[in-house]
């Protein structure tokens, strides 16, 4: 399979849109009572049994590389999501959002770091304009921003988001695709189900399954297994700055989505801060040429 840089871009704006759809999905699982290690233990065993499903061939054939590479991005991936539910817990919605969001700016960071390749110029302003648009999405300027435990928790796995965009970057041609989709599934499968025995085994009793398992369903066969196995494809013919913009764009859908669902009313904040991602994402797909002297 071979993509060009806007096909691909095309794909990762496809597979935001599916994470954007799932924040009100996985409201109605945590309203349910479904705690979140459950959660992403259910979702990540159907990603792995689908992906092993329609990719098992490849996947029988997995080598060392493979599993490294696999294995390496599986355990970033989950460490992220873990951390980030965790932190959910400790600040509110729209901090954990915003914090979660500042993955944008440490990816041409991190990939200049690991790459020695400065960021392009034009993705200063854009981060600029993601991050302010971010601002307004959350109402950090209405609410203000307080800090707590739980911030720093949501910063650390915007580290790890941003670090698992750029290791996908630099090894999405060294490794099968799909056999990275399989060890995704299996490592937030089981890395979900040990949190969730260890720590959330107490409230199995309250959890409403007949509400409950239409989302977790939903969520492991579009937010899993169909949504990261796109970014897997997306980023292999992408660079990692462009990639974390575009996929940033999954809490302007996730607010669109959640006016549409009836979860939160459209807002003037919804609408500016949406206007500001976009002209970020304008930027980043603008080639500005030097004038002749």
């Known amino acids: 399979m071979k993509l060009s840089k806007g096909q691909a871009n095309l794909v990762l704006l496809a597979t935001a849109i599916l994470w954007g759809f799932s924040y009100p999905i996985v409201k109605m699982a945590t309203n349910a009572q479904l705690p979140a290690g459950l959660i992403n233990a259910l979702r990540g065993l159907i990603f792995a049994g689908l992906a092993y499903l329609f990719f098992h061939r490849a996947i029988n054939k997995m080598n060392k590389l493979d599993l490294r590479i696999g294995l390496t991005a599986g355990i970033i991936n989950f460490i992220a999501y873990q951390i980030q539910t965790v932190g959910l817990k400790y600040t509110t919605p729209a901090n954990n959002a915003f914090l979660t969001a500042i993955y944008v700016a440490l990816v041409p960071f991190i990939a200049w770091a690991l790459s020695k390749r400065k960021p392009a110029a034009k993705s200063y302003p854009a981060i600029g304009l993601c991050i302010l648009g971010m601002m307004f999405l959350t109402n950090v300027f209405g609410n203000g921003f307080q800090l707590h435990l739980?911030?720093?928790?949501?910063?650390?796995?915007?580290?790890?988001?941003?670090?698992?965009?750029?290791?996908?970057?630099?090894?999405?041609?060294?490794?099968?695709?799909?056999?990275?989709?399989?060890?995704?599934?299996?490592?937030?499968?089981?890395?979900?189900?040990?949190?969730?025995?260890?720590?959330?085994?107490?409230?199995?009793?309250?959890?409403?399954?007949?509400?409950?398992?239409?989302?977790?369903?939903?969520?492991?066969?579009?937010?899993?297994?169909?949504?990261?196995?796109?970014?897997?494809?997306?980023?292999?013919?992408?660079?990692?700055?462009?990639?974390?913009?575009?996929?940033?764009?999954?809490?302007l859908f996730g607010s669109l989505f959640s006016v549409l669902l009836g979860f939160e009313p459209l807002t003037a904040h919804l609408l500016i801060g949406g206007a500001l991602i976009i002209l970020a994402l304008l930027v980043m797909q603008l080639r500005f040429k030097k004038r002749p002297a």
Do not use: K
């Not at 915007?158 to 990275?180: D, K, M, R």
């Not at 260890?198 to 239409?214: D, K, M, S, V």
């Open 150 to 251: 739980g911030d720093l928790l949501t910063t650390i796995s915007a580290f790890f988001f941003a670090l698992g965009i750029v290791y996908f970057s630099y090894t999405a041609t060294s490794a099968n695709p799909w056999i990275i989709a399989f060890m995704l599934g299996v490592c937030q499968g089981v890395g979900g189900l040990v949190w969730s025995l260890l720590f959330e085994h107490q409230t199995y009793a309250a959890i409403n399954w007949p509400a409950a398992i239409g989302p977790v369903i939903t969520l492991g066969v579009l937010a899993s297994f169909g949504a990261q196995t796109m970014q897997i494809v997306g980023q292999r013919f992408t660079a990692p700055t462009p990639a974390g913009l575009i996929l940033m764009t999954e809490s």
